[in-house]
């Protein structure tokens, strides 16, 4: 199983940018989706999730009204879009698979991770 996560880079305040994460598994809506992201010398943080059984989205709460979560299943693929990024969004942004709805914040119970997207943000 892989997932390939994209779409970081160099963005201003107040700019936005789109991560996607395309996942090579073969039951893609069983899986509840999740975006983590670490600073450095910070430990990892949930970000966002997209429980497709669940019918459900979720954010921490210092994303909400700026991020966006969706996934594609025709196409094995989770975005995150991010809009009036700010310097402290600045890490870098994992996406997971869960194969349980209701542990998403927890990084420990996803199954498989991507290698991480570097998103800087600057002031």
């Known amino acids: 199983v892989q997932l390939q996560a994209s779409g970081g880079g160099l963005v201003q305040a107040g700019g936005s940018l789109r991560l996607s994460c395309a996942a090579s598994?073969?039951?893609?809506?069983?899986?509840?989706m999740g975006w983590f992201r670490q600073a450095p010398g910070k430990e990892r943080e949930f970000v966002a999730a997209h429980s497709w059984s669940v019918g459900r989205t979720y954010y921490v709460d210092s994303v909400k009204g700026r991020f966006t979560i969706s996934r594609d299943n025709a196409k094995n693929t989770v975005y995150l879009q991010m809009n009036s990024l700010k310097p402290e969004d600045t890490a870098v942004y994992y996406c997971?698979?869960?194969?349980?709805?209701?542990?998403?914040?927890?990084?420990?119970?996803?199954?498989?991770w991507g290698q991480g997207t570097q998103v800087t943000v600057s002031s």
């Open positions: 598994l073969r039951t893609f809506t069983r899986y509840t």
């Open positions: 997971a698979a869960n194969g349980d709805d209701y542990t998403y914040t927890v990084a420990l119970k996803y199954d498989y």
